[in-house]
């Protein structure tokens, strides 16, 4: 089962900045599209953006577009979310999933969004004043 690991989370005054790492140690994610899911207590769980296995194409919600960039370093095993000028209403409990069967990396493989299926176990970000 493959596992991925998200870490960054923590407390952030509003307007201020986080950034999020997701990877996993025991396997490549070039392979896979990466989305950043978001769960907010009494709230359903919003995809936010999300990344394709080569980089070269993200997809933004409009809740954070303009503040949260996503980005990958297939090197490092590794797709961050940066997130800037932060809103309370931000304050959830972070994911990453995969969100594409593999594909090799000759082929961008596409984000979708409605099909997430090796996920991490969360990481918090609260926003407050």
């Known amino acids: 089962q493959l596992q991925l690991v998200e870490s960054g989370g923590g407390s952030a005054q509003p307007g201020g900045s986080l950034r999020l790492p997701c990877t996993n140690s025991?396997?490549?994610?070039?392979?896979?599209?990466i989305g950043w899911f978001r769960q907010a207590p009494g709230k359903e769980g919003e995809g936010v953006p999300c990344?394709?296995?080569?980089?070269?194409?993200?997809n933004y919600e409009d809740s954070v577009k303009g503040r949260f960039t996503i980005s990958r370093d297939n090197a490092k095993n590794t797709v961050y979310l940066q997130m800037n000028n932060l809103k309370p209403e931000d304050t959830a409990v972070y994911y990453c999933?995969?969100?594409?069967?593999?594909?090799?990396?000759?082929?961008?493989?596409?984000?979708?969004?409605?099909?997430?299926?090796?996920w991490g176990q969360g990481t918090q970000v609260t926003v407050s004043s």
């Open positions: 999933a995969t969100v594409s069967p593999p594909f090799p990396t000759s082929v961008q493989a596409p984000c979708n969004m409605r099909m997430p299926i090796y």
């Open positions: 025991g396997f490549s994610l070039v392979f896979f599209a």
């Open positions: 990344i394709s296995s080569g980089g070269d194409n993200t």
